[in-house]
Structure formats: C-alpha cells, structure tokens
C-alpha cells in the first residue's frame, strides 16, 4: 500500500502561484511513476501531469504546458506541482496518484493506470 497526502492548496487570485506537495508513504517512492489530476465541479477528472520514477521523463496536458511544472525528490518521498499564472478555470480539488512501474522513464497519462490515491487539495482561483 502506498499512502499519499496533498497539500499546499488554497485561494489565490487570477495570476498568482500555487505549489502542491504530495508525500508518499508506505512504499519505496522512487518505484513509483506519479501524476496529478484535478477534478472540477459537475466535471469528469481530468489529468494534469506524469513524471516518471526516475524523474527523468514528464508529460503534461497541452492545455497546462508552460504554465504548471510536475517535480520530484525520491529522497524526500515528494512530488510537486508548480502552478503559474493561475486562471479561474484552474479551480479544482487537485490529486495525486501513484502506480508502480519497472520502467524508469514511463510516464502515465490515464487515471484508470494508477492505483493509489490522495484525498485531494481544493485550488480555488478568484477572478
């Protein structure tokens, strides 16, 4: 089992910066390719970023490119997502996600791909 725990959520205006944590535990965290997703209200889950195990290899959803920026330090059990230039459609709860892989630089774009979940930090974006 692989236990994992957001943070770093909260309100911000349009244009502001955010940095999400999540820190796993459980398992050892370097095994683990991560994501985030982000689920709006009355809207299907969406997927917002992969890294790999290895931190080597990332992906992002093209809508994001540019502005958010996923990281991770396996010596610390944490991944991050920085989020720039905040916009209303950015409110969210924000997840993050864990699945084990043996594959150092393979990256996971579909939620139905991880098996381990966080609880979830709100992001709300004021106009």
């Known amino acids: 089992q692989v236990q994992l725990v957001e943070s770093g959520g909260g309100l911000v205006q349009t244009g502001g910066s955010l940095r999400l944590s999540c820190t796993a535990s459980?398992?050892?965290?370097?095994?683990?390719?991560m994501g985030w997703f982000r689920q709006a209200p009355g809207k299907e889950r969406e997927f917002v970023a992969a890294?790999?195990?290895?931190?080597?290899?990332?992906y992002y959803a093209d809508s994001l490119k540019g502005r958010f920026t996923i990281s991770r330090d396996n010596a610390k059990n944490t991944v991050w997502l920085q989020m720039n230039s905040l916009e209303p459609e950015d409110t969210a709860v924000y997840y993050c996600?864990?699945?084990?892989?043996?594959?150092?630089?393979?990256?996971?774009?579909?939620?139905?791909?991880?098996?381990?979940w966080g609880q979830g930090t709100q992001v709300t974006v004021s106009s």
């Open positions: 459980g398992r050892t965290f370097g095994n683990y390719a």
């Open positions: 996600a864990a699945a084990f892989t043996a594959l150092n630089t393979r990256v996971l774009r579909r939620d139905k791909e991880y098996a381990y």
């Open positions: 890294i790999s195990r290895s931190g080597t290899s990332t």
